[in-house]
Every structure is written in structure tokens, then in C-alpha cells.
């Protein structure tokens, strides 16, 4: 048997597949290491609660979360209900100058709460997000999501979607507000979240908190966000479609793509059973 007892998952790239969904070898795998080996699951993303929970759901196994990329960590206890380790939302004040900044652009705003999804338009932006998370925003408009954001006090994330141009000219007055925020621009995006918020940390919280270590670690993942997790771990595993020249340790065992049961073969690996392998 095993010596890890803990299993944490990257959602997007890693445990979902680019058709957005999870291969059904990688999820009965992961519901055979959780029932049989009493593998505790953590969901370890940069998306929020709601939309983590359905990711849940769909496995069919009680997990922890550490979402909004480690903002917002919860451990599920035995009793089936969360304990709420830490929250890192972003400063209220910082929250207001950046929706300022970018209400005054055409860029479309999509604000996370704890429990809510707030966007400024139904646009193309925002349908691609609500079918790529399975959640529909709680409001819609302008006006009401700067109000909304302000009121709510605990934002974790921020994300500004648009055209090239458009986010360039943003760009910049972002940075410039020098909160303690994480700014990431991938071209059609960019995320703000706290600076705080880091996957790592987050997962060797919830590990003490179930009187583990971070060396009773399986973890998975396939972007630079993962790989000081993956590093730290008892066992890191990156996938096959990671991008191309990602400085990843030797230390960090390779798989295959989220499209090809990346996770599923490598926990086969780890957790080997003489059940039949049907991938």
C-alpha cells in the first residue's frame, strides 16, 4: 500500500479534459484510491467554491477545496461539512480603483465573491466562462457590479477579458494601483487575486489539518501556478500538455494529457490494484 494518503488536483488542463469534462478511467481511478486507500481529495484551483463544487459532484468524492488558486481553503470534515481554514480576499479598496479603471474600457468585467459571480455583460466573454464553469452569474450590469463588488467586502478574484488592444491600455494602470495583488495577463485575460493566494501553502494547510504532511502528497497539475506545489510534494506530477519549456524540477514525475488519462495511469501507478485496467 501507498504512503500517500493525500490527493490534490488541478481542475482546469489537469482533471478536465479540453472538452471539458473528466475521462471516466481518470475518475474511477480517483474514486478507487479515495475508497480503498482512504485517499483524502483535495481540489486545488483557480476557480470558486460553486463552480469547484460540481467538479465534486462529478468525481462522486467528499474533497476539500482550496480555491480561487489557495485564496479560500476549506477542509471537508467527516461529518460531510467544510471548516474554513483561511480566506485572502482581495483589499476593498483595491477592488474599487481596479473595476474603476476598467469600467472605463470595453473590456468585459467578471468579479468572484465567496459565494457569487458577477459580470458587467452577457457578452461572448462571459458565455464562454458561464459554459466553462457550468455557472451562471448571480447579476449583470455595470452599475450593479461595481455595487455589488464594493458591498460584498470579500472579492477573491477579478478578471478583465477582451481583445489585445484593449487589455494593453488597461495593463499597465492596473499595476500601477501597487496593491498587494497578483496581476496575471494571458492575452485575451487578466486575473487579479491576492498576492497571498498560493497553491502551496493552501494544501499544507489543509494537510496538517488532517494530521498529514505536505511528503503524504500526490499532487497534479500542468501550469507554472502548480509547480511550487508539485516540487514540494511527496509525489508532483506534471501533465503531458503542460506548455512546452515550463523550467519543471527533475524531481517532478511526467504523464500523460488531461485528453488521455494523465491522471488515471499515473495513480495506477502509485496505487497499483490487480483490478482490470480498462482505460
Not at 467554491?49 to 462529478?58: D, H
Not at 477573491?156 to 484593449?166: Q, V
Not at 504532511?213 to 514540494?232: H, K, P, T
Amino acid at each position: 500500500m501507498s504512503g500517500l494518503r493525500i490527493l490534490a488536483l488541478d481542475i482546469d488542463g489537469t482533471l478536465i479534459g479540453s472538452d471539458k469534462r473528466i475521462a471516466s478511467f481518470t475518475s474511477s481511478e480517483i474514486r478507487r484510491v479515495a475508497e480503498t486507500e482512504g485517499v483524502h481529495v483535495i481540489l486545488v484551483t483557480a476557480r470558486g467554491p460553486q463552480s469547484t463544487a460540481l467538479i465534486e459532484e462529478q468525481l462522486g468524492v467528499r474533497s476539500s477545496y482550496a480555491t480561487y488558486g489557495g485564496a479560500l481553503v476549506w477542509a471537508r470534515e467527516a461529518d460531510g461539512g467544510f471548516t474554513t481554514l483561511s480566506e485572502t480576499p482581495l483589499d476593498p479598496a483595491a477592488t474599487a480603483r481596479f473595476l474603476e479603471l476598467a469600467a472605463a474600457t470595453d473590456v468585459h468585467i467578471g468579479v468572484y465573491t465567496r459565494d457569487d459571480w458577477f459580470v458587467n455583460r452577457l457578452d461572448y466573454w462571459g458565455l464562454r466562462e458561464a459554459r466553462n464553469t457550468s455557472v451562471w452569474p448571480t447579476a449583470v450590469g455595470a452599475d450593479r457590479v461595481r455595487a455589488d463588488a464594493v458591498a460584498s467586502d470579500t472579492v477573491f478574484k477579478l478578471m478583465f477579458r477582451g481583445e489585445g488592444a484593449a487589455l494593453d491600455a488597461l495593463e499597465d494602470p492596473l499595476r500601477d494601483v501597487g496593491a498587494e495583488a497578483f496581476i496575471h495577463r494571458v492575452p485575451h485575460v487578466i486575473e487579479i487575486s491576492s498576492s497571498h493566494a498560493v497553491k502551496l501553502p493552501a494544501v499544507a494547510a489543509l494537510a496538517r489539518h488532517l494530521g498529514r504532511e505536505l511528503g503524504d502528497v500526490i499532487a497534479f497539475g500542468d501550469s507554472l501556478s502548480d509547480l511550487e506545489l508539485l516540487e514540494n510534494a511527496g509525489v508532483g506530477v506534471l501533465m503531458a500538455n503542460a506548455p512546452r519549456g515550463l523550467a519543471a524540477s527533475p524531481s517532478i514525475e511526467r504523464t500523460l494529457s488531461n485528453d488521455e488519462d494523465g491522471i488515471g495511469v499515473m495513480l495506477r501507478k502509485h496505487f497499483p490494484t490487480a483490478a482490470p485496467f480498462r482505460s
